[in-house]
């Protein structure tokens, strides 16, 4: 009886982890809350804070110790080719967050294929967000549904809304 109880239990969490799909990850808390949303520009004030929390020390940090923590894991269990979609977007969103910085993006994968969509203040950061992702074990193909949106000004986005 003991030893059915832990694999009852176990079935009732795999069962439960399938049943459930995780939504996309983001580079940060403005990013779109779907790849399939319409991205709006940042605001200055919004787009300064995003770039100095990505570009903070205890960030980077974080984001090189998940990199690392994935990596070894992948290695001890053998997982390179055959990655969770959870794991694709997680590392995909670490790299693109470390590299970017100011950028809004929404990071989804499926069986390998991933979609960025989002806003970067650049035309060179959004050439880059293929080249990054494909830098990551498991990543297939790329979309970019991302597109440039540099900053705007408080003021213009309050005059945009009341319109």
């Given at each position: 009886m003991n030893?059915?109880?832990p694999l009852i239990i176990s079935g009732v969490i795999a069962v439960a982890a399938v049943g459930c799909e995780a939504p996309p990850s983001k580079t940060s808390a403005?990013?779109?809350s779907q790849t399939s949303e319409s991205p709006n520009a940042p605001t200055t004030e919004t787009a300064q804070k995003?770039?100095?929390d990505a570009t903070g020390q205890v960030r980077k940090d974080q984001i090189e110790s998940d990199i690392r923590a994935r990596e070894q894991r992948n290695n001890t269990t053998g997982g390179?080719?055959?990655r969770a979609d959870a794991d694709l977007k997680s590392?995909?969103?670490?790299?693109?967050?470390?590299n970017l910085p100011a950028s809004q993006l929404t990071v989804d994968a499926k069986e390998g294929a991933v979609t960025v969509a989002g806003t970067v203040p650049t035309?060179?950061?959004?050439?880059k967000?293929?080249?990054?992702?494909k830098e990551i074990k498991g990543v297939k193909s790329v979309k970019v549904e991302a597109k440039v949106a540099p900053a705007e000004s408080g003021s213009n986005t309050n005059n945009k809304s009341g319109q």
């Amino acid at each position: 009886m003991n030893k059915f109880i832990p694999l009852i239990i176990s079935g009732v969490i795999a069962v439960a982890a399938v049943g459930c799909e995780a939504p996309p990850s983001k580079t940060s808390a403005d990013a779109p809350s779907q790849t399939s949303e319409s991205p709006n520009a940042p605001t200055t004030e919004t787009a300064q804070k995003t770039q100095e929390d990505a570009t903070g020390q205890v960030r980077k940090d974080q984001i090189e110790s998940d990199i690392r923590a994935r990596e070894q894991r992948n290695n001890t269990t053998g997982g390179d080719a055959q990655r969770a979609d959870a794991d694709l977007k997680s590392e995909v969103r670490g790299k693109l967050e470390a590299n970017l910085p100011a950028s809004q993006l929404t990071v989804d994968a499926k069986e390998g294929a991933v979609t960025v969509a989002g806003t970067v203040p650049t035309q060179e950061q959004l050439n880059k967000i293929p080249t990054l992702a494909k830098e990551i074990k498991g990543v297939k193909s790329v979309k970019v549904e991302a597109k440039v949106a540099p900053a705007e000004s408080g003021s213009n986005t309050n005059n945009k809304s009341g319109q």
